[in-house]
Nanobody, 116 residues
């Protein structure tokens, strides 16, 4: 069973920064795609960033130049560094992992709130 534990959300003023982390349990698993999605109130869940193994990161247009996704394969952890945050970035952020031969798993979500 794969478990994802997220951390790093919180409240920040516009222009500030936050770093999200998502640690995936299970050293015997191969984690292919790792990424972050977000869902704002009243809106559908949307892709924020993805990174393969190996792979070139892919970003939503709305976060390009401000967010950076990275992964540490030794720790089975994916990170999302968020800079120059805007109020419209406010959402619940979910970690998503594609496990080879098994399927997709979601984290529990972490709230990011950006005040103006």
């Amino acid at each position: 069973q794969v478990q994802l534990v997220e951390s790093g959300g919180g409240l920040v003023q516009a222009g500030g920064s936050l770093r999200l982390s998502c640690a995936a349990s299970g050293s015997r698993f191969i984690f292919n795609l790792m990424g972050w999605y977000r869902q704002a109130p009243g809106k559908q869940r949307e892709l924020v960033a993805l990174i393969g193994n190996p792979g070139i990161p892919d970003y939503a247009d709305s976060v390009k130049g401000r967010f950076t996704i990275s992964r540490d394969n030794g720790k089975n952890t994916v990170y999302l560094q968020m800079n120059s945050l805007k109020p419209e970035d406010t959402a619940v952020y979910y970690c998503n992992v594609l496990v080879e031969g098994i399927g997709t798993y979601w984290g529990q979500g972490t709230q990011v709130t950006v005040s103006s």
